[in-house]
């Protein structure tokens, strides 16, 4: 009869770096997919910005000269919502979705999924009168999330809140940030990864 003790020294060392091994090609994996979904997001913004543009431009009944997409309190302004079309990026469960409203009214039932898991959305918002730059994320529900327009007129970004406007969308997942640098007076997404 043999007398069972339990694990040599030498076994749990290879048992232990077994294990070791198999987290970190889990973690490198987890990395791997999470940098994917950023680069896939941050084309999918790119485009968004792009074809968004074009519905302001054409379905807009906004004034030149609109003041901001939001109020200094956080709310939506009334105009944009009633005469205006913006677009807003806004998350759903562990993903974010961009949806568009033409005068109030949401052009589908469902919005658009944008980024998947471990994707995060952080806006840049500079004041122009102090300097200060804010970082807003993309957080809130449909709804409650960055909400973008353009000047019909011009072409123009809205400001974000009077004289406060978007500079950057930074989209970052795993160990990859990517950037898209927002010109306020052309209305135009710069591509600028990191």
Known sequence: MKDD??????ELIIIMAIMSVLLAY???????IFSYNAQEAYKKVLNTLATEKTQVLAHS???S????VFQNDGTLNSDVASKGVYFEFYVDGNSIYTKTYVKGVADSTKGKKVAGKGVAMICKVKDSA??????VPVTGGEGNGVCFS?????????????GKYVEEIHIIGG???YVIRL????????RNGK
């Open 26 to 32: 889990g973690i490198f994996k987890s990395e791997v």
């Open 175 to 177: 160990t990859r940030e």
């Open 61 to 63: 009944t906004l004034a």
């Open 65 to 68: 000269g609109t003041t901001a």
């Open 150 to 162: 353009y000047d019909r007129s011009t072409g123009a970004f809205l400001p974000y809140q009077a």
């Open 5 to 10: 003790k339990g694990f040599s020294l030498i």
């Open 183 to 190: 010109m306020k007076k052309t209305g135009k997404a710069m």
């Open 130 to 135: 102090s300097g200060a730059v804010m970082e």
